[in-house]
């Protein structure tokens, strides 16, 4: 039987690939336009993450914009712009996890279609 010990060593990688296994399902649900699947998947990796210590705040912002972007896809702007402030928050000052959510944004902003999105992607590059 194994030990408490051992048990409590192992979980941190089994979730970690469980956070790994469920973001490129997500990715790949969103590519092939799931949206509501993929936001699901990202939801239940940011409370996976939420839940860690010390979790690398890279993936969650990663995770945090993307989930944006879904939401965006699915219609939900005010979940949209919350997932972005999230994403902003959680990169702190990484200037290169920063860039990545500003191109991102600013690629949703552009997809609105509308002359105000346009604008407003083109200040936020």
Do not use: C
């Not at 990688?13 to 969103?30: G, M, W």
């Not at 979790?55 to 896809?73: A, H, I, M, P, Y």
């Not at 902003?88 to 609105?112: C, E, S």
């Amino acid at each position: 039987m194994p030990s408490m010990y051992s048990r409590r060593h192992t979980r941190k990688p089994r979730t970690r690939q469980f956070t790994i296994t469920n973001t490129t399902v997500a990715r790949l649900r969103l590519a092939v336009r799931d949206y509501e699947g993929a936001l699901d998947l990202f939801q239940s990796v940011l409370g996976l993450l939420a839940e860690e210590e010390g979790q690398d705040s890279t993936e969650k912002s990663n995770v945090s914009s993307r989930s944006g972007l879904t939401s965006f896809k699915l219609i939900a702007q005010d979940a949209t712009i919350e997932n972005f402030k999230a994403a902003f928050v959680v990169a702190g000052n990484d200037l290169y996890m920063r860039g990545h959510i500003t191109v991102l944004l600013a690629q949703t902003l552009w997809a609105t279609g509308t002359e105000e999105g346009r604008e407003a992607a083109n200040r936020s590059s």
